[in-house]
């Protein structure tokens, strides 16, 4: 327990001083205890996924020690802890990008974001993974849009659904990243490609931390089963949201919609 968490018998305390008191300190035991629990429920998590590649890599090692005659074996073991350290580094950095989504409020600053940069900075960080398998990222829609946000989260959020766009479809493929005001008060982001699609049973689940569809199948991809849950918990400190439509073998739209700044009174 931390010094400033209040002792547990405070409650049986201040009872006669009335029922409402007592009641908002029981539940804020109960929202304590359950935000206990999901954060150990994130540590387990974590520990899970962090073994994997780091076994992974050790293993790697292993057999790279053992195959020194053979130059060819020691290229292929390399090549594969060089994806897993990748790997790696990918989940250490959406872990850390989720523990401080979780712990600052965006909106306490909410600023004006330019829809087009972040648009355009999640397109290039998706780029060289693209061309390398002939996919072509095409953004399209209106132009001048502004969110009321914070900037850094609203460019990793839309960079997830590329990034996931590109991962999850094949080879010369598109993907349309396209912008619209959906009212005077909010933009949707919609990002289409013609993938893997995502059976319908799944569909609820995506959104979970650390959920993939098809682990082994997605292996290769180097997914952290953290993208949309960063996606998520953006869209949810931003009030808006995220929603999924998919056919499996076909494709798959997410739209991601954010609260629109007003073009009011701007020259
Ligand atoms: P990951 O790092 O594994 O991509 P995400 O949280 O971003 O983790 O996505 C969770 C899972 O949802 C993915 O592992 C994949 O199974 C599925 N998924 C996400 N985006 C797409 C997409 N565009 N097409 C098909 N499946 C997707």
Do not use: C
């Amino acid at each position: 327990r931390t010094p400033t968490s209040p002792p547990r018998h405070v409650t049986a305390r201040v009872a006669p001083l009335g029922s409402r008191l007592v009641l908002a300190l029981v539940e804020d035991r109960t929202r304590e205890r359950r935000v206990e629990a999901i954060r150990r429920d994130f540590v387990a998590n974590v520990s899970h996924e962090l073994k994997t590649p780091v076994g992974a890599i050790r293993l790697l090692a292993d057999a790279v020690q053992d195959a020194s005659g053979d130059p060819e074996a020691v290229e292929r073991f390399a090549g594969r802890m060089i994806t897993e350290s990748e790997r790696l580094t990918r989940l250490v950095q959406q872990i850390i990008e989720l523990s401080r989504l979780q712990s600052d409020d965006p909106l306490d600053e909410p600023v004006p974001v330019s829809l087009d940069d972040a648009v355009a900075t999640a397109v290039d960080t998706t780029a060289i993974d693209a061309q390398a398998r002939g996919i072509s990222v095409v953004a399209s829609g209106e132009k001048g849009l502004k969110v009321l946000g914070n900037r850094e989260q609203v460019t990793v959020a839309i960079s997830n659904l590329v990034a996931n766009a590109v991962n999850y479809s094949p080879d010369r493929s598109s993907v349309l990243v396209a912008t619209r005001a959906a009212d005077d008060d909010m933009v949707e982001i919609s990002v289409t490609d013609q993938g893997i699609g995502i059976p319908s049973g799944e569909i609820d689940r995506i959104f979970e931390r650390f959920y993939r569809v098809d682990p082994a199948r997605h292996r290769s991809t180097g997914g952290t089963g953290l993208g949309l849950s960063i996606v998520k918990h953006v869209a949810a400190t931003h009030g808006g949201d995220i929603r999924v439509w998919s056919v499996e073998g076909q494709g798959s739209t997410f739209t991601l919609t954010l609260p629109r700044k007003n073009q009011e009174g701007s020259p």
